[in-house]
C-alpha cells in the first residue's frame, strides 16, 4: 500500500510541475550547497555498497528554482547511480558553469543505457530492461525532466566509460 501511495504522489507531483503550478514559488537556489546535502544524503547507502562519492567542480552557482523540487531531481539522479554502479565503485558528482548554464553531471562506472533507450527511460513507468528486479516505479526519471523543463533547462544523457547524465540550468542574473 505504501509503495502504491508513492507511485501515486509521484504521478501527481510530476503532473503539478508539468502544469506549471510551481513557478510562482521560484527564489534563488545554491546547487553547490544542494549537491552537498544530496552527497551528505547518500553517503550511507553508497558505504554499505563500498561505493564512493566524489565531488569536483564545486562551482558557487545559483539558479532560480524551487529548492525543494531541485533538490528531488539531484537525489533521483544520484540515487539511480548508486542503484545501477557496481559495488566498490566511484559515483562522480560535477558542478561547472559556462555560457549563463549551470551544469550537473553524474558520472556512474555503470552499464548505462542503450541508447536506442534514451528517449523512452524520460516516460513514465518505463523501466530499462536490466533494472526491472531493482526498486523502484519508473517515475523517478519522468520527474526528473519535469523539475528541468519547468526550470528551462535541459537534460543530456552519454554512455563513455560507464553513463553519465548531464542537468543544465540557466544560472541566476542578479
Not at 28 to 51: R, T
Not at 105 to 111: F, I, K
Not at 140 to 167: C, P, Q, R, W, Y
Given at each position: 500500500m505504501d509503495e502504491l501511495l508513492s507511485t501515486f504522489q509521484s504521478l501527481l507531483n510530476i503532473s503539478r510541475i508539468e502544469t506549471g503550478q510551481i513557478r510562482k514559488d521560484f527564489s534563488?537556489?545554491?546547487?553547490?550547497?544542494?549537491?552537498?546535502?544530496?552527497?551528505?544524503?547518500?553517503?550511507?547507502?553508497?558505504?554499505?555498497?563500498?561505493?564512493i562519492i566524489s565531488f569536483k567542480n564545486q562551482t558557487e552557482i545559483q539558479v532560480a528554482g524551487d529548492r525543494d523540487l531541485l533538490f528531488q531531481c539531484i537525489t533521483n539522479v544520484l540515487d539511480n547511480a548508486l542503484k545501477y554502479a557496481p559495488d566498490e565503485s566511484c559515483i562522480t558528482l560535477s558542478l561547472t558553469h559556462e555560457d549563463q548554464q549551470c551544469h550537473i553531471?553524474?558520472?556512474?562506472?555503470?552499464?548505462g543505457i542503450?541508447?536506442?533507450?534514451?528517449?523512452?527511460?524520460?516516460?513514465?513507468?518505463?523501466?530499462?530492461?536490466?533494472?526491472?528486479?531493482?526498486?523502484?516505479?519508473?517515475?523517478?526519471?519522468?520527474?526528473?525532466?519535469?523539475?528541468?523543463?519547468?526550470?528551462?533547462?535541459?537534460?543530456?544523457?552519454?554512455?563513455?566509460?560507464?553513463?553519465?547524465?548531464?542537468?543544465?540550468?540557466?544560472?541566476?542574473?542578479?
Open positions: 534563488a537556489v545554491n546547487i553547490k550547497a544542494l549537491c552537498h546535502d544530496a552527497i551528505e544524503l547518500y553517503g550511507p547507502l553508497a558505504e554499505e555498497k563500498q561505493q553531471s553524474v558520472h556512474d562506472q555503470g552499464d542503450p541508447e536506442s533507450e534514451f528517449h523512452k527511460v524520460f516516460e513514465r513507468f518505463y523501466r530499462v530492461e536490466k533494472s526491472r528486479g531493482l526498486s523502484g516505479n519508473g517515475l523517478g526519471l519522468s520527474l526528473v525532466e519535469a523539475v528541468i523543463n519547468l526550470h528551462g533547462g535541459t537534460i543530456d544523457l552519454k554512455n563513455s566509460d560507464g553513463f553519465t547524465i548531464i542537468l543544465s540550468l540557466p544560472t541566476h542574473r542578479h
